[in-house]
């Protein structure tokens, strides 16, 4: 079975400062890995995923995340986080042998604050 | 592209009824899947449909259901409802539903059951 674990409820970092949002996960084989963001009243956006090669993967609005085998994680990250930024974000594996299927964490608060 | 659209958007029910809730896809994705989101569980995994064929099932009972259009145009079926069955529903699409196919979600349907 694979799961996703995000340790961290809420990050709280102030407006111009690096940001870290944390994820491992536990998949068999190779991992395909997703970040997900949803404001209030909305849907997940997607951000950016992991499938092969490069282990440093850019998205969208300025962030990237870093895939790390050994350490089955997936951390995302921004150099400067915005006051806008701040919502619910969500990271997700899919194994080749659980279809189309998603499996999310449980999702990160991030408050970033003026 | 318009993006993926899910209606209603909210929804008011009482226990023992059943709802229907709609997604239409990204214009040319074939692959439609459904996610329960709720507090206490987080987001899970109800089903998947390709080309008018459930292909992939997630741990919900048999009073979930849905099914697929030739237009690629999905709904989901919920009887008897019970009070925690109030969720935000969400819906995904991607173009193939392959390994490596970004799955993009609607705004939700945001359900409660009184």
């Known amino acids: 079975a694979q799961s996703v674990a995000q340790p961290e409820d809420q990050v709280n970092v102030a407006e111009g400062n690096p940001l870290t949002v944390k994820c491992t996960y536990s998949v068999s084989g190779n991992p395909y890995l997703f970040w997900y963001v949803q404001y209030p009243n909305r849907g997940l956006q997607f951000l950016l995923k992991?499938?092969?090669?490069?282990?440093l993967v850019k998205g969208s609005y300025g962030f990237e995340a870093e895939f790390n085998k050994s350490q089955t994680s997936f951390h995302l990250k921004k150099p400067s986080a915005l006051v806008s930024d701040s919502a619910l974000y969500f990271c997700?594996?899919?194994?080749?042998?659980?279809?189309?299927?998603?499996?999310f964490g449980g999702g990160t608060r991030l408050m970033v604050k003026p | 592209k318009a993006g993926v659209t899910q209606t209603p958007r909210y929804l008011i029910k009482t226990r023992g009824q059943q709802v229907t809730l709609s997604c239409s896809p990204i214009?040319?994705?074939?692959?439609v899947s459904w996610y329960q989101q709720t507090p206490g569980q987080g987001l899970q995994f109800l089903f998947e449909?390709?080309?008018?064929?459930?292909?992939n099932k997630g741990n919900f009972p048999g009073r979930f259901s849905g099914r697929q259009f030739s237009n690629s145009r999905s709904e989901m079926n919920v009887s008897t409802l019970e009070l925690g069955d109030s969720a935000l529903y969400l819906c995904?699409?991607?173009?193939?539903?392959?390994?490596?196919?970004?799955?993009?979600f609607g705004p939700g349907t945001r359900l409660t059951v009184l």
């Open positions: 992991y499938i092969t090669g490069d282990n």
């Open positions: 449909y390709f080309s008018e064929t459930q292909r």
């Open positions: 995904a699409s991607s173009a193939a539903g392959g390994y490596t196919d970004t799955q993009y």
């Open positions: 214009s040319g994705h074939r692959s």
């Open positions: 997700a594996v899919r194994a080749l042998n659980a279809g189309n299927m998603l499996t």
